[in-house]
Every structure is written in structure tokens, then in C-alpha cells.
């Protein structure tokens, strides 16, 4: 069984661009998590798509988005970059939503902003 | 807040040599699970063990095991046999009310041949 997909694995973009990365779940994994991880503040969540509907969501500005579509598959969108805003995007899959479920990482995507 | 504590940010370990890793962490709930994470330099972030809170029996999975205290909440992760492969950041992460994980700062484990 294939694993989680992330797509782009590396972004440049520079401050004040948008950005859109994508994730691919295991095939039959319909949740969908979203993860922000730098050297200063670690690993941090930011938002859990189930069945198109976002159910949780962290601490994050409104600049970051998400949207999970029919087949499993999320995007996440970044506008307005900021330089803090470089980090390795991590996504995860999970059968089904909520604090019991294996969560299966995906490589990740690298995004620098310049 | 739940919040998670890795105190010890490196540890070093002699190949074949054991470690403990440990982990505290601060939650309101009752019932949850808690994860060991690994992430090698390869960024892939990688399942080591997982723990159901309500079972009082410690998990194990091959050369690693868990020594889970609920009421101190205190969650430390055993590597026994130390092999090189095991070189990584670990990652404590109970799972979150509502589904999230929550990660600790790691510890950086280096394995000496």
C-alpha cells in the first residue's frame, strides 16, 4: 500500500506570495492532518480535515487554510508569506478522526521564504 | 493546555547499550493515547510505539518498550540493543482531545559504534 504523498517535497517563494502544498492520504485513510515543524518552535498542528470538513483547527493566523476534497486528498494554502513562515509542512493520514487513530506521516514539503 | 516535556534534549548511547528516553506530559483527559515518534535525518517521520491510557500494561514492540506512570503522567520510552539505524529525534506525542497530536521538543538520540 502506498504511503502518504506530499507534494511539492521543496518551495522558494518569497514574502508576500502565496503557496498551495498537497497532500495525498494512504488509500483508505479519510482524515487528514496538517503540521508546521522549525527548529524554534517544534511541531505544531494546524489543522485535521475528515470528510471535507475541517474538524479541528491550532493556533494559526487566518493566512493558513485548508481544504480536504472527495477523494481524501488536502491542500493546504499559505498567502501572504512571512519569512517565519519557513518551516517543513507535514501531513498525516489516519483511518478516521480523532486522539486514538495511527496517524502515517508523509516525507514532507520544505518551503523557504526570501 | 495540554503540554508535553522531553527534558532531555540529546542523549548518547553505546551500540548495544540500552536508553531511556523521557517524557512528561499534561492532560485534562481521561482516556487518550499516547505515541513515540521517530524522525531520522531523512525528515520521514516514523512510528515507534504507541500507548492506550486506560491499559495499565506497558507497550512493547520489539526492542522498544514503554514505562507509562498515569497518575504522574510520565511517559518514557526504552530502546534496548541500541543499534545505529536508532540514530534520530524522538518524539513524545499524547494524543489531543480532539484528534491532534501533541509533540514535544524530541530528543536527539545519537548512537556510538
Known amino acids: 500500500k502506498a504511503g502518504v504523498t506530499q507534494t511539492p517535497r521543496y518551495l522558494i517563494k518569497t514574502r508576500g506570495q502565496q503557496v498551495t502544498l498537497s497532500c495525498s492520504p494512504i488509500s483508505g485513510h479519510r482524515s487528514v492532518s496538517w503540521y508546521q515543524q522549525t527548529p524554534g518552535q517544534g511541531l505544531q498542528f494546524l489543522f485535521e480535515y475528515f470528510s471535507e470538513t475541517q474538524r479541528n483547527k491550532g493556533n494559526f493566523p487566518g493566512r493558513f487554510s485548508g481544504r480536504q476534497f472527495s477523494n481524501s486528498r488536502s491542500e493546504m494554502n499559505v498567502s501572504t508569506l512571512e519569512l517565519g513562515d519557513s518551516a517543513l509542512y507535514l501531513c498525516a493520514s489516519s483511518l478516521v478522526a480523532g486522539p486514538y487513530n495511527e496517524q502515517f506521516f508523509g516525507p514532507g514539503t520544505r518551503l523557504t521564504v526570501l | 493546555a495540554q503540554t508535553v516535556t522531553q527534558s532531555q534534549p540529546e542523549m548518547s548511547v553505546q551500540e548495544a547499550e540500552t536508553v531511556t528516553l523521557s517524557c512528561t506530559y499534561d492532560?485534562?483527559?481521561?482516556?487518550?493515547?499516547l505515541f513515540w515518534y521517530k524522525q531520522p535525518p531523512s525528515r520521514q517521520m516514523i512510528l515507534v510505539i504507541r500507548q492506550e491510557a486506560y491499559k495499565q500494561q506497558n507497550a512493547t514492540e520489539n526492542r522498544f518498550s514503554v514505562n507509562f506512570q498515569k497518575a504522574a503522567k510520565s511517559f518514557s520510552l526504552k530502546i534496548s540493543d541500541s543499534q545505529l539505524g536508532d540514530a534520530a529525534m524522538y518524539f513524545c506525542?499524547?494524543?489531543?482531545?480532539?484528534?491532534?497530536?501533541?509533540f514535544g521538543k524530541g530528543t536527539k538520540l545519537s548512537v556510538k559504534p
Open positions: 506525542a499524547p494524543g489531543g482531545s480532539q484528534g491532534n497530536l501533541i
Open positions: 492532560t485534562s483527559e481521561s482516556d487518550y493515547y
